[in-house]
């Protein structure tokens, strides 16, 4: 079984790439965020001509999330319980996360809040998103231990600070800080493995439209895949596709691919 995630910045724009990432790389499954749209501008058609059934859920024209398969699509869920909600003055539960069962695998795929900065509220949001998220994920555990869960997506949070081109220009940002790092940790702590680093190590997911980030090789790896124990096991590769954040309208991320042994 062949799954990834991609924060495609915006579906409409590149569903035509999306696509194509399906084919090139054989994918069962593919978990998208940053989609852009309402649900009823979500581009389904394409999908289902192609082969592939879709759970989406978009709002407006920021977050929005997806999850495209062939391998079935069962017991979709928006949203997680517990997830907080944001926004002045009637909070919401913003597009940012949604599960489906495909193949056998519980997928989320997950837009984690970036947090804009130290000082900012989205700060304070986007560290009890991850908390909350943490206590989630933990109980799903805790009910099965042999469950098969992937929570994939973007995380906004670069763990380590190999995982940025330059840590020094990184100080007092969001992102590197380490209320974030500790909150990914929480992740790990929680029973979850980074299934990607081990096959990508020095790797970047994000580069940035400006300053020329990507031809100056000046990325982040923020963009993740993390399994549960019993599914960990069974992963055999996992990579990057850097050739997809190349030419004309790409995504400023990359596709992370990973592979499960049927």
């Not at 790389?25 to 581009?43: I, N, R």
């Given at each position: 079984?062949?799954?990834?995630?991609w924060?495609?910045?915006?579906?409409?724009?590149?569903?035509?790439?999306?696509?194509?990432?399906?084919?090139?790389?054989?994918l069962?499954?593919l978990?998208?965020?940053?989609?852009?749209?309402k649900?009823?501008?979500?581009?389904?058609?394409?999908?289902?001509?192609?082969?592939?059934?879709?759970?989406?859920?978009?709002?407006?024209?920021?977050?929005?999330?997806?999850?495209?398969?062939?391998?079935?699509?069962?017991?979709?869920?928006?949203?997680f319980?517990?997830?907080?909600?944001?926004?002045?003055?009637?909070?919401?539960?913003?597009?940012?996360?949604?599960?489906a069962?495909?193949?056998?695998?519980?997928?989320?795929?997950?837009?984690?809040?970036?947090?804009?900065?130290?000082?900012?509220?989205?700060?304070?949001?986007?560290l009890?998103?991850?908390?909350?998220?943490?206590d989630?994920?933990?109980?799903w555990?805790?009910?099965?231990?042999?469950?098969?869960?992937?929570?994939?997506?973007?995380?906004?949070?670069?763990p380590?600070?190999?995982?940025?081109?330059?840590?020094?220009?990184?100080?007092?940002?969001?992102?590197?800080?380490?209320?974030?790092?500790?909150?990914?940790?929480?992740?790990?702590?929680?029973?979850?493995?980074?299934?990607?680093?081990?096959?990508?190590?020095?790797?970047?997911?994000?580069?940035?439209?400006?300053?020329?980030?990507?031809?100056?090789?000046?990325?982040?790896?923020?963009?993740?895949?993390?399994?549960?124990?019993?599914?960990?096991?069974?992963?055999?590769?996992?990579?990057?596709?850097?050739?997809?954040?190349?030419?004309?309208g790409?995504?400023?991320?990359?596709?992370?691919?990973?592979?499960?042994?049927?």
């Amino acid at each position: 079984m062949r799954i990834a995630t991609w924060n495609v910045n915006s579906i409409r724009s590149r569903v035509d790439r999306a696509l194509g990432v399906l084919e090139r790389h054989d994918l069962d499954v593919l978990a998208l965020q940053e989609t852009k749209c309402k649900d009823v501008q979500f581009p389904l058609d394409r999908f289902t001509e192609a082969g592939y059934e879709v759970a989406f859920h978009g709002l407006d024209q920021w977050n929005g999330v997806a999850i495209v398969s062939r391998v079935g699509i069962e017991d979709v869920q928006i949203g997680f319980d517990g997830m907080p909600h944001w926004g002045e003055p009637d909070p919401v539960a913003e597009a940012r996360a949604i599960g489906a069962t495909c193949g056998g695998v519980r997928i989320w795929s997950l837009y984690i809040p970036n947090g804009r900065a130290l000082d900012n509220p989205h700060y304070a949001y986007k560290l009890d998103w991850l908390a909350s998220l943490r206590d989630t994920a933990a109980g799903w555990l805790a009910d099965d231990p042999q469950a098969q869960i992937c929570l994939m997506g973007d995380w906004n949070v670069a763990p380590r600070d190999e995982d940025v081109w330059d840590p020094g220009f990184f100080e007092g940002k969001t992102h590197v800080s380490g209320p974030e790092r500790a909150a990914f940790q929480a992740m790990i702590d929680a029973g979850y493995d980074d299934v990607v680093r081990p096959h990508t190590e020095g790797q970047y997911t994000y580069w940035d439209y400006t300053q020329l980030r990507f031809p100056k090789k000046q990325g982040m790896r923020i963009d993740f895949a993390l399994a549960s124990p019993a599914l960990a096991t069974r992963v055999t590769a996992a990579a990057i596709d850097r050739e997809e954040r190349k030419g004309k309208g790409a995504s400023d991320h990359a596709p992370v691919l990973v592979v499960i042994e049927d």
